[in-house]
Structures are given as structure tokens and as C-alpha cells.
């Protein structure tokens, strides 16, 4: 089992930035990739950013590419997205997801299907 545990949503204003993390515990290894996801209100979860354990492969969604940086502290199991240039329209519902394997970038990573663990999900609210 893994678990999953994000902190670092909360009230921005446009513009602004913000830090969130996702803490990893459990049966997680260098073999697992992790990707973040969003869904606000009366949306389908959304693809935000993906990398493989060791920060290789990394893909972001167009909506959020130069804005949006992903990083890691494997010694700590917890990877960050940094958020920067927030919108409104990034508010969301913010979730870490991990897959036991890497995915390819492209084809796999940005559809929730292919991810086995979940965490609970962070708010942020960008307001203009």
C-alpha cells in the first residue's frame, strides 16, 4: 500500500504563487511515477504535471506549461508542484496520484485510469 498526503492548497491572488506537496509513505519505490491532477467543481479531473521517480520524463498540460514546475526530495519521498502565475481559472480541487510503474508520457500519463493510488486532495482558490 501507498499513501499519499498533499498540503499547501489554500486562498491566492491572482498572480501570486504557492507550494504544494505530496508526502509519500508505504510500499513506494524508485520503480513508482507520480503526476498531478485538478478537478474543479462540475469538471472532470483534469492532467496538471507528471514525472518518473528519478524527475525524468516530465510533462505538463499545455494550460499550465511555464507556470507550473515540478520538483522532488526523493530522500524525503515528497515531490512538489510550484505554482506560479496563478489564474482563477487554476482553481481546483489538487490531487498527487502514483503508479506503480512510469508511464509513457504522452500516451499514459495524463489519464487518471492509469493511477493506482490516490491522496485526498488540497483546495486552491485563485481569486481575481
Known amino acids: 500500500q501507498v499513501q499519499l498526503v498533499e498540503s499547501g492548497g489554500g486562498w491566492v491572488q491572482a498572480g501570486g504563487s504557492l507550494r504544494l506537496s505530496c508526502a509519500a509513505s508505504?510500499?513506494?519505490?524508485?520503480?513508482?511515477?507520480l503526476a498531478w491532477f485538478r478537478q474543479a467543481p462540475g469538471k472532470e479531473r483534469e492532467f496538471v504535471a507528471y514525472?518518473?521517480?528519478?524527475?525524468?520524463?516530465?510533462t505538463y498540460a499545455d494550460s499550465v506549461k511555464g507556470r507550473f514546475t515540478l520538483s522532488r526530495d526523493n530522500a524525503k519521498s515528497t515531490f512538489y508542484l510550484q505554482m506560479n502565475s496563478l489564474k482563477s481559472e487554476d482553481t481546483a480541487v489538487y490531487y498527487c496520484?502514483?503508479?506503480?510503474?512510469?508511464?509513457?508520457?504522452?500516451?499514459?500519463?495524463?489519464?487518471?485510469?492509469?493511477?493506482?493510488?490516490w491522496g485526498q486532495g488540497t483546495q486552491v482558490t485563485v481569486s481575481s
Open positions: 496520484a502514483a503508479s506503480p510503474t512510469s508511464l509513457d508520457a504522452y500516451a499514459a500519463a495524463p489519464y487518471p485510469q492509469n493511477y493506482m493510488y
Open positions: 508505504g510500499s513506494i519505490d524508485s520503480r513508482y511515477a
Open positions: 514525472a518518473n521517480w528519478w524527475g525524468g520524463s516530465k
